[in-house]
């Protein structure tokens, strides 16, 4: 009889033991799948705030500078140099 008792004793241990490890490991997987999702909404919200960045730099840029082959003068000695354009380049670049 006490071999029995024994046996039941290893049997139940080893049962708790499986039920505890399954908890703790689905536990594990849960907040590592909450930490990724975490993650890939931080990068898309990064992504979507470059691309308004770009967007606003396209949109505020100077129609000279908008072309490929006019640009703004930068000189302002220069008789066409329009301070207003400059400026705007200046803040689209920062």
């Keep these: ?8 004793v290893l049997r139940w241990s080893a049962l708790g033991f499986g039920v505890f490890y399954g908890v703790y490991h689905q536990a594990s997987i849960s907040s ?4 990724d999702k975490i993650n890939r909404d ?18 505020t840029m100077p129609a000279e500078s908008k072309t490929a082959s006019g ?6 000695n220069d ?9 705007t380049m200046k803040a689209a670049e920062n």
């Design 1 to 8: 009889m006490s071999t029995s008792v024994r046996v039941n």
């Design 32 to 35: 590592r799948e909450k930490i």
């Design 42 to 59: 931080y990068k898309h919200k990064e992504e979507l705030i470059t691309k308004a960045k770009a967007e606003w730099k396209k949109k």
């Design 71 to 76: 640009g703004i003068v930068t000189d302002p």
């Design 79 to 87: 008789p066409k140099f329009d301070l207003e354009a400059f400026l």
